[in-house]
């Protein structure tokens, strides 16, 4: 028995044009339902599975190790210093030296931010927590450690009395005899509260907020 193959084309088309319509409709219809099974296919993966990706590397990019070597830059180490000047984004300059004159020029620029804002609460606890150690509750210099060390002066003394915010603000932050530093320990804006709890509720003092100077912002 003989097959023989029939070409079947609408009446009065020639073979070129049945070819061109064939060739057609594999470019315009078969290519974009390949391309559509292949997408679906790639994003089909399980959970377990990674899906089929076109061109990785840019998902997921190889990155140095920290102290790994480099290539790259000039000195082959990966961890660079920071550019000469840089500072992180939550510091705050101060102007100041330590010492006495530094001090008092500090109390004659700086001004609290809080001001007369009662910051009642949150500077007494924080007063509580490092202050009172020493300077006592009540601010007298009677604090659990004060018999170890030399008597801090009490804030209602006349000395202290006299002492602008800005000082204490000083104080605080460089440290003064045997007192250490405690700006690692108080943030700026804590500082100025400890301030304004002391020289409201331990001074009985009373003032009004002023524009702030280099520094004292909280």
Not at 34 to 61: H, K, N
Not at 140 to 155: T, Y
Request: proline share 8%; glycine share 8%; charged share 20%.
């Amino acid at each position: 028995m003989k097959l023989i193959a029939l070409s079947i084309r609408p009446v009065g088309s020639s073979a070129s044009e049945c070819c061109c319509r064939n060739r057609a409709f594999i470019l315009f219809g078969w290519v974009p339902l390949m391309l559509v099974v292949l997408v679906s296919w790639g994003c089909g993966a399980r959970s377990q599975q990674r899906s089929f990706e076109y061109m990785p590397d840019m998902v997921r990019d190889p990155a140095y190790k920290a102290f790994a070597p480099n290539l790259v830059t000039r000195d082959g180490l990966t961890m660079q210093h920071p550019v000469a000047g840089t500072i992180s984004r939550d510091y705050q300059p101060f102007h100041y030296g330590a010492g006495e004159q530094e001090a008092v020029r500090a109390g004659m620029e700086l001004r609290n931010p809080y001001g007369a804002i009662d910051q009642t609460q949150d500077g007494k606890a924080l007063y509580e927590t490092y202050c009172a150690v020493c300077h006592g509750v009540s601010g007298e210099g009677n604090g659990p450690i004060a018999e170890k060390i030399p008597h801090p002066p009490s804030f209602k003394s006349d000395r202290l009395l006299q002492f602008e915010p800005g000082r204490f603000f000083h104080v605080i932050t460089m440290g003064s005899r045997k007192m250490p530093s405690y700006a690692a320990q108080l943030s700026a804006s804590e500082r100025w509260k400890v301030i304004a709890y002391v020289r409201r509720s331990l001074q009985g003092l009373q003032e009004e907020p002023t524009p702030l100077r280099s520094g004292a912002r909280p």
